[in-house]
């Protein structure tokens, strides 16, 4: 995988790059998502909160032991207590809620900060339309209160950064964890694409090897006496083949002048319109000449002739087909050809057995190579599918592989190196 030593190459000095192995990354995660660095960045908040809560207590308590000044005119004074009164109100409800909560994970912070802004949130609605008339009468105390929602309102907006900043985190996590997974079964699938493709390599190696002296061993063999002699044998058979064909042509040439009247008596004999007693023969005659001979040719050449009045035929073409007739009957060319012919396929039959015992090697060994070459196309088809999937799945494994270093370089705070291999 030489690839994987490049994919996370950076320019940073290494006293500033954090560095992680794969298999050490989830248990990393883990520990960020279990909020321990979450808790820390939330002591002093929390704290500040707490202090806020017990000046926010003193200070409610100074609103209500409040006495107004004996000079204030009777209305501003019944104004001025009721607005203290629903003052006090709002700010008790809103007291009871400043208790930090004992857990300190993600969810239950995030409610208790939702709780503590709708609070605030009431609670300076009302206030506002309150707060002139007590602080007519409670200047010094409606000014602490002023400054105590202020603070309070400073931890929640720092309260609500951490929580996105956390949610953000957690977030990165859970992306990363996922590329993480996806990462190991890539690298996992290129393992497998490489050690394939190595142990089909060295097959291909072997089977060109056991090729190349297959084919040795044939052509040593066919220079052989044993292999000298098939070829003879087989030299001769292309020979008796070659005259077997020639005496097919040319009884073809001897049935070819017979064939508009053979044609015609085959079709009158197949609609019933003459009786032919030899009409199987006469008809394989039109077609297949050579497969006629194996049968009294003479005899069916005869009804020919004798129903030669009937085909319908003009005379100068009946009288030629009755002359050639005649020469068949008196000649019998076509029983020289059925006995040269017969003879001709005993001898053919006879040197294809000796033949094919002789071959018997040469044949062991074409078949050998051809299955052979077959098993070599057959590698080479899969290997070139194998190295494109590696092509294919080293480019994703390397795009997952960079966009993981960019999110725990974020979760980290500093930029990462990753060691991209597969724990136990």
Same mark, same amino acid.
């Given at each position: @995988?030489?690839?994987?030593?490049?994919?996370?190459?950076?320019?940073?000095?290494?006293?500033?790059?954090?560095?992680?192995?794969?298999?050490? $990354? &989830? =248990?990393?995660?883990?520990?960020?998502?279990?909020?321990?660095?979450?808790?820390?960045? /939330?002591?002093?908040?929390?704290?500040?909160?707490?202090? #806020?809560?017990?000046? +926010?207590?003193?200070?409610?308590?100074?609103?209500?032991?409040?006495? =107004?000044?004996?000079?204030?005119?009777?209305?501003?004074?019944?104004?001025?207590?009721?607005?203290?009164?629903?003052?006090?109100?709002?700010?008790?409800?809103?007291?009871?809620?400043?208790?930090?909560?004992?857990? @300190?994970?993600?969810?239950?912070?995030?409610?208790?900060?939702?709780?503590?802004?709708?609070?605030?949130?009431?609670?300076?609605?009302?206030?506002?339309?309150?707060? @002139?008339?007590?602080?007519?009468?409670?200047?010094?105390?409606?000014?602490?209160?002023?400054?105590?929602?202020?603070?309070?309102?400073?931890?929640?907006?720092?309260?609500?950064?951490?929580?996105?900043?956390?949610?953000?985190? @957690?977030?990165?996590?859970?992306?990363?964890?996922?590329?993480?997974?996806?990462?190991?079964?890539?690298?996992?699938?290129?393992?497998?694409?490489?050690?394939?493709?190595?142990?089909?390599?060295?097959?291909?190696?072997?089977?060109?090897?056991?090729?190349?002296?297959?084919?040795?061993?044939?052509?040593? +063999?066919?220079?052989?006496?044993?292999?000298?002699?098939?070829?003879?044998?087989?030299?001769?058979?292309? &020979?008796?083949?070659?005259?077997?064909?020639?005496?097919?042509?040319?009884?073809?040439?001897?049935? +070819?002048? $017979?064939?508009?009247?053979?044609?015609?008596?085959?079709?009158?004999?197949?609609?019933?319109?003459?009786?032919?007693?030899?009409?199987?023969?006469?008809?394989?005659?039109?077609?297949?000449?050579?497969?006629?001979?194996?049968?009294?040719?003479?005899?069916?050449?005869?009804?020919?002739?004798?129903?030669?009045?009937?085909?319908? /035929?003009?005379?100068?073409?009946?009288?030629?087909?009755?002359?050639?007739?005649?020469?068949?009957?008196?000649?019998? =060319? $076509?029983?020289?050809?059925?006995?040269?012919?017969?003879?001709?396929?005993?001898?053919?039959?006879?040197?294809?057995?000796? +033949?094919?015992?002789?071959?018997?090697?040469?044949?062991?060994?074409?078949?050998?190579?051809?299955?052979?070459?077959?098993?070599?196309?057959?590698?080479?088809?899969?290997?070139?599918?194998?190295?494109?999937?590696?092509?294919?799945?080293?480019?994703?494994?390397?795009?997952?592989?960079?966009?993981?270093?960019?999110?725990?370089?974020?979760?980290?705070?500093?930029? #990462?190196?990753?060691?991209?291999?597969?724990?136990?």
């Amino acid at each position: @995988m030489k690839w994987l030593k490049t994919i996370f190459q950076r320019e940073q000095p290494k006293n500033k790059i954090k560095f992680f192995q794969l298999s050490d $990354l &989830v =248990p990393w995660l883990d520990e960020r998502c279990n909020g321990v660095e979450f808790e820390k960045s /939330l002591e002093d908040i929390n704290t500040r909160i707490k202090e #806020v809560a017990e000046s +926010f207590s003193r200070d409610l308590n100074a609103l209500k032991m409040a006495v =107004p000044d004996e000079a204030t005119p009777a209305r501003l004074l019944k104004v001025g207590l009721a607005a203290r009164a629903e003052v006090i109100k709002q700010l008790e409800s809103l007291e009871k809620n400043l208790v930090s909560p004992k857990d @300190m994970d993600i969810d239950t912070i995030s409610s208790y900060h939702w709780t503590l802004v709708k609070g605030l949130e009431r609670t300076v609605t009302k206030y506002n339309k309150a707060h @002139m008339y007590m602080a007519a009468l409670f200047p010094q105390e409606a000014e602490t209160l002023n400054s105590d929602l202020n603070r309070l309102s400073h931890q929640l907006v720092r309260m609500e950064d951490e929580i996105r900043k956390k949610r953000k985190e @957690m977030e990165e996590i859970w992306y990363s964890k996922e590329l993480i997974a996806e990462i190991r079964i890539e690298l996992s699938g290129i393992g497998d694409l490489e050690r394939r493709i190595k142990k089909n390599e060295e097959r291909l190696s072997e089977l060109h090897n056991f090729k190349d002296r297959l084919e040795f061993e044939l052509r040593d +063999f066919e220079s052989s006496e044993a292999g000298t002699r098939a070829g003879q044998l087989k030299n001769i058979l292309d &020979v008796k083949r070659e005259e077997l064909k020639r005496l097919d042509d040319e009884l073809e040439n001897l049935v +070819f002048p $017979l064939t508009k009247a053979l044609t015609r008596i085959v079709k009158q004999g197949s609609s019933e319109r003459l009786t032919l007693q030899h009409r199987d023969i006469l008809e394989l005659l039109s077609k297949s000449p050579s497969q006629a001979l194996d049968d009294d040719t003479n005899d069916a050449i005869r009804e020919l002739r004798s129903n030669l009045a009937t085909l319908g /035929l003009k005379d100068k073409k009946k009288e030629k087909i009755i002359a050639h007739i005649d020469f068949l009957i008196e000649n019998k =060319p $076509l029983e020289s050809l059925k006995s040269r012919r017969n003879k001709l396929q005993n001898d053919i039959q006879d040197l294809e057995e000796k +033949f094919s015992r002789s071959c018997h090697e040469i044949n062991l060994f074409r078949k050998d190579l051809n299955k052979t070459r077959k098993d070599i196309k057959d590698i080479e088809t899969e290997l070139d599918q194998n190295r494109k999937d590696l092509i294919s799945l080293e480019e994703k494994a390397s795009s997952n592989s960079a966009e993981l270093r960019e999110r725990i370089a974020k979760i980290a705070g500093e930029p #990462v190196e990753i060691e991209l291999v597969l724990g136990d």
